[in-house]
């Protein structure tokens, strides 16, 4: 396991007090500026109001219809009251607290599709008009502080992560995902970062993009929520926007299997579901001990599991061969038929050991790697990732 001692990024500190704040803001009656539908009150009222009040073209408010302005006991449902406190649109029979309607948009305690039973206190992210706050950035949202180290860049030297693409000016400001087809889900896609945290370099130097996932806890092959960040040389993955050494998830508190993938690696999965809430909750893939899904997800360097180096076509597998194999996009990129060329300062999934540098031959060439990574000697082979 890497040793994590680390200077924090500046504004980190700054970030977590606001993100904090709003956290304890979005408890039990507060109101929240354009609150469409918020738990008590109408979309511009932003007063503390008590469990009882309900304010004229309160739009989904919390307890009864848009135009109801009488208070109303908690018990209390109106019919086309458009998520109203307790139940979706075309509900009107008084139902229990802790009841939820599948299809209920912004109902009392969850977002659109969610139907299982929650926290008075949950906030859903994405809950327009649910019980307690709105989705347009006062919510709670799930963090996870995730480490992961990527075979291409690690070096065994340093045990570190080389960052050969960063000092070479060649990390994008904006994800790579989207642009290479990868489904986003959760308000996922776009992320951008800024040149002060690109420029950092030493230990805390950013590697490369990742991106990270939640995957469903009945059915892990259905993507939750999605989010790309930051790589630091340590393992870090970090905020892309603010550097925080935590990635907020669009998703509500609950139980997920938790993914990290690159562009050019084989991604990796919790061996379970994990509880994940609005506290901070860590997962060191890096680390040995950690269990993932499926069978040797990670290759193992020393005392450190790293993601499979070699998806040139990030489609889950590793081939030397065959069609739709990984070996020859990096023959194509480098000329086709000069197998000796050389592309120097790429950001391409072509280089496998993210150097800067596309090769086909010679020392520090990016097609050995998939050799070795399937077998060395059987180069049929096949290593496809462990994701369901």
Not at 1 to 21: D, K, V, W, Y
Not at 71 to 98: F, H, R
Not at 236 to 260: K, L, S
Request: charged share 10%; proline share 3%; with cysteine.
């Amino acid at each position: 396991m890497i040793a994590r001692e680390r200077t924090m990024i500046p504004m980190r500190s700054i970030c977590f007090l606001f993100i904090a704040g709003l956290s304890l803001g979005s408890q039990g009656q507060n109101i929240f500026v354009s609150g469409a539908g918020d738990g008590y009150a109408s979309a511009t009222y932003i007063g503390h109001t008590n469990a009882t009040g309900v304010f004229t073209s309160g739009v989904a408010d919390g307890y009864s219809a848009g135009s109801f302005n009488t208070p109303v006991t908690l018990s209390g449902i109106y019919k086309s009251g458009v998520a109203d406190g307790y139940a979706g649109g075309a509900y009107n029979t008084q139902v229990a607290l802790s009841a939820i309607y599948n299809s209920g948009a912004a109902d009392g305690y969850a977002g659109g599709a969610y139907n299982t039973q929650v926290a008075l206190s949950a906030i859903f992210s994405s809950g327009i008009g649910d019980g307690y706050a709105t989705g347009a950035g006062s919510n709670v949202k799930v963090k996870v502080q995730g480490f992961a180290v990527l075979e291409g860049p690690w070096n065994t030297g340093t045990q570190l992560m080389n960052d050969g693409l960063r000092s070479a000016g060649l990390v994008p400001l904006t994800e790579p995902y989207t642009a290479l087809g990868f489904v986003n889900a959760g308000n996922s896609g776009g992320e951008t970062t800024t040149a002060g945290l690109l420029a950092i370099s030493g230990t805390d130097a950013v590697v490369d993009w990742v991106r990270v996932e939640l995957r469903d806890a009945t059915t892990p092959t259905t993507l939750v929520a999605a989010r790309h960040a930051l790589l630091l040389r340590t393992g870090d993955i970090v905020d892309a926007a603010t550097g925080n050494d935590f990635v907020e998830m669009n998703a509500p508190p609950g139980n997920y299997y938790v993914v990290v993938r690159h562009r050019n690696h084989l991604g990796v999965m919790s061996a379970a579901a994990i509880s994940l809430s609005g506290t901070t909750t860590s997962i060191d893939f890096s680390n040995t001990a950690t269990a993932t899904f499926g069978t040797a997800a990670q290759k193992t360097i020393g005392s450190v599991n790293a993601l499979w180096a070699g998806d040139v076509g990030h489609d889950g597998q590793l081939k030397y061969t065959g069609s739709s194999n990984d070996r020859d996009p990096i023959l194509v990129a480098i000329g086709g038929s000069t197998p000796n060329n050389v592309l120097n300062n790429q950001y391409r999934t072509e280089d496998v050991n993210m150097d800067g540098t596309v090769k086909y031959t010679g020392s520090s060439n990016d097609r050995d790697p998939i050799l070795v990574n399937i077998g060395g000697s059987t180069p049929n082979n096949v290593r496809t990732a462990q994701l369901p």
